[in-house]
DNA sequence: TGGTAAGGCTAATATATTTAGCCTTCACGG
DNA sequence: CCGTGAAGGCTAAATATATTAGCCTTACCA
């Protein structure tokens, strides 16, 4: 009955990326991706090699809008509010992506993906260059990195259950490591 | 044949937490784990009560160990010294078991086993409470453990791309949060 | 108008977890 | 002694999943 396409490889891999953020890792089947698309399980395999390679196509998706919306935080021109404005913008895409961001920063998952969203933000590198000095500007950059991903990271496993105002913590975070990151004399 | 035990639950958690340590969380089978401590894979549940389930025992076993480690590396009584020795403690327990560690970070894992390792250590907020002050001690800890959690992380999922010196990073870091986070003036 | 390739589909294969139900051994009370 | 019951194995079977094989239809194009 069908002719040519009944779906797409960004229709696959949009309805797997939604499954996933929805329903979970578990809920990422085949035959669920199929259901979605409108098509039969062994279907899919025309668009992609296999579940794992659906699995990377996804998480690769996340990882390429995480950079787009890094790269439009950054407006002001000062250091400080633009590392400000990216962090929370990071902070942002992880709420709103808590399931798919964690599993694209996990280890296995993709030897790259972490990677690509850091590192094609050379406009972070810049601003901290900007903040730190250009000595300092690699070590100072996986300072804010690290305590952003560790902190989001925490959070969302629920990991801060000792009370206390998370919010606070998030502020007083920044602030005092942009402080600290800050070039001693310039 | 057999009569009475011919294994134990803690030697199942033991042969699935060295088989997902070595050979990754897609060899965790019940078959594999039954081969390893001599039985069939139905008599595994026995033991514990299903595949997920030895999951959890097996992070909730790597989280109880990196409490001790934890607990173990405040020595000396000066509070920088002592959270060096306890970030160094840390990263070291994390570069030991790299799976299991981000495993048991990860949000699905275990809710609890996360809070887990960092609620029982009130070593850790109280030599924090020393340096930052007790109004400061809860988002200080937090700031620190987010930093660490997130830089260990990254560099288990080789995140750290951009050459550079990964131990220069950390040390930076490390001394950099600790100058911020000492209470203004005392 | 007929060949061809894209893109569906069903059927079959292999591997997992998990449940059902059986069988043997041991400890122990009569 | 012996018989009984529970602990803890086992095999067989049910269910779910990914994946492969091979077929069939449609649209395009020479």
């Known amino acids: 009955m069908p002719a040519h396409p009944q779906t797409s490889t960004a229709a696959v891999v949009a309805a797997g990326r939604r499954l996933l953020e929805e329903r979970g ?3 990422l089947t085949m035959r669920e991706v199929a259901d979605a698309v409108g098509v039969r399980a062994p279907s899919l395999y025309k668009r992609v090699r296999s579940r794992s390679d ?3 196509l996804v ?3 996340v990882a390429d809008e995480l950079t787009s919306v890094l790269d439009a935080a ?3 021109g000062d250091p400080v509010a ?3 404005a990216m962090a929370a913008a990071y902070r942002r895409f992880a709420h709103a992506n808590p399931v798919t961001y964690t599993l694209m920063m996990a280890p296995q998952a993709i030897p790259g993906a972490t990677a690509r969203s850091v590192r094609s933000s050379a406009t972070f590198l810049n601003t901290v260059a900007r903040l730190a000095g ?3 500007a690699l070590p100072a950059a996986r300072t804010i990195v690290a305590w952003a991903h560790g902190f989001i990271t925490m959070e969302l496993a629920g990991a801060f ?3 206390g105002d998370v919010e606070n913590a998030w502020d007083f975070g920044l602030n005092r490591i942009l402080a600290a990151i800050r070039r001693p004399a310039d």
């Open 25 to 27: 890792v578990d809920a």
């Open 54 to 56: 659906l699995f990377r």
């Open 59 to 61: 998480l690769e998706d």
């Open 74 to 76: 950054a407006m002001t």
């Open 82 to 84: 633009d590392l400000g």
């Open 134 to 136: 250009p000595m300092h």
């Open 161 to 163: 259950r000792l009370g």
